[in-house]
């Protein structure tokens, strides 16, 4: 698992310095365009003037061209090399917006899936090994109903512990529980019978008074 987590964080390295060094030349080519914009002229340009010699030089430098550039530099010429690499910083940009993000992914999934396997390959005669790679949304699915059966136990368990003393309540005093339930019934059903029941029980406790 560390053996894999270093080769990630070296393929993550790596991919940093690519798109440093691709924001580096997109940044200089953006200068070059902004330097050729502000001292643009028409026509040949001498060879006293160091400014436009310098930007041949560099456009000599960054140039995906090989070919020698002529002594002689005009401003039209120095232009069309601008908008060439004008042209290159777009494909560049466009690499840095959608292939590199891409490849990376891609890059990451393949080498996720080759431990995956590699691991399964090493326990496949354990069945206790759990599984270390396991993805991050689904660890936290897992926690969460881990939970959740912790709570519905505990409530299975007070479920059952009323069900305990009810039936202890019912063993112990089933006379009483036949009382309250025969009065139950006849309170809707047969109340004359409940009246009748009442007058009698009257009765007695005054007779029990008396004596």
Not at 6 to 29: D, F, H, M, N, P
Not at 80 to 95: A, E, P, V, W
Not at 140 to 153: G, H, P, V
Not at 159 to 175: A, M, P, R, Y
Request: charged share 20%.
């Amino acid at each position: 698992m560390l053996g894999a987590y270093y080769l990630l964080k070296l393929i993550e390295s790596e991919l940093q310095a690519y798109l440093s060094a691709t924001e580096g030349r997109v940044g200089r080519c953006l200068a070059l365009i902004q330097a050729a914009s502000d001292g643009q002229e028409q026509g040949g340009v001498h060879d006293s003037d160091h400014f436009l010699h310098a930007i041949r030089d560099l456009l000599k430098i960054y140039s995906n061209t090989q070919a020698a550039l002529s002594t002689y530099v005009s401003a039209p010429g120095i232009v069309q090399q601008i908008s060439g690499l004008h042209s290159d910083l777009m494909t560049l940009q466009s690499d840095l917006d959608n292939s590199l993000p891409e490849e990376r992914n891609r890059c990451i999934n393949e080498l996720c899936n080759l431990i995956q396997s590699m691991q399964q390959l090493l326990f496949a005669s354990s069945t206790t090994a759990q599984p270390i790679l396991t993805p991050r949304p689904l660890m936290k699915e897992l926690d969460e109903m881990e939970k959740i059966n912790a709570k519905l136990s505990a409530a299975v368990e007070e479920v059952t512990l009323e069900h305990v003393k009810k039936n202890e309540i019912v063993k112990h005093h089933s006379q009483e529980i036949g009382l309250q339930r025969r009065v139950f019934v006849d309170f809707f059903c047969n109340p004359e019978r409940l009246r009748s029941q009442v007058r009698e029980l009257t009765a007695r406790v005054r007779a029990l008074q008396i004596s």
